[in-house]
T-cell receptor, first 115, second 112 residues
């Protein structure tokens, strides 16, 4: 079946604008993750959903970041009042179950540039 | 705290040769998993190989194999018969719960 998809692939925002990044996980996958990848770095964990429940949001950098998955499938990562330090690639991943070691399948990412 | 260290920012290998990428990690958990992920220039992260910490046998996937040394907390990746399509950023990843902890990556260049 189809893999994880993300939209938009590229987003340019002026500082102070709000942005919304979308993730469509693999159908039937229970777990969904968001990661932030700064230029030249490895991805860093932001938040995790099991179905519609957000079980961990400890990696969100500030209260300007908000994520939701209201029906347990599609997820949206929203960033309010964007700052230049928010510029990064935002990766979404999904896995079939909630279990340590379950393979996470990644989307292509959304590259956010804040001017 | 979980940490993953990749000390080789860049590596180069000739086609058909073998290359080894190094990784060390630290965790206080007794049950965990280790992965190598590959990220080609298109940026889609792809799983290369997976290792359960409780298994002593090293994982193998075709041309890819690992050397897992649990006591030393070392997890290296060996790529045999390197191909041009292997060129990518390789990340060593630790999973001791659900969130993945990534190293900084090793950029692998494959030359003809």
């Amino acid at each position: 079946g189809a893999g994880v998809s993300q939209s938009p692939r590229y987003k340019v925002a002026k500082r102070g604008q709000d942005v919304a990044l979308r993730c469509d996980p693999i159908s039937g996958h229970v777990s969904l993750f968001w990661y932030q990848q700064a230029l030249g770095q490895g991805p860093e964990f932001l938040t995790y959903f099991q179905n519609e429940a957000q079980l961990d949001k400890s990696g969100l950098p500030s209260d300007r970041f908000f994520a939701e998955r209201p029906e347990g499938s599609v997820s949206t990562l929203k960033i309010q009042r964007t700052q230049q330090e928010d510029s990064a690639v935002y990766l979404c991943a999904s896995s079939l179950e909630l279990a340590g070691g379950d393979t996470q399948y990644f989307g292509p990412g959304t590259r956010l540039t804040v001017l | 705290a979980q940490t993953v260290t990749q000390s080789q920012p860049e590596m180069s290998v000739q086609e058909a040769e073998t290359v080894t990428l190094s990784c060390t990690y630290d965790t206080s958990e007794s049950d965990y998993y280790l992965f190598w992920y590959k990220q080609p220039p298109s940026r889609q992260m792809i799983l290369v190989i997976r290792q359960e910490a409780y298994k002593q046998q090293n994982a193998t996937e075709n041309r890819f194999s690992v050397n897992f040394q649990k006591a030393a907390k070392s997890f290296s990746l060996k790529i045999s018969d390197s191909q041009l399509g292997d060129a990518a950023m390789y990340f060593c990843v630790l999973d001791s719960g659900y969130a993945l902890n990534f190293g900084k990556g090793t950029s692998l260049l494959v030359t003809p």
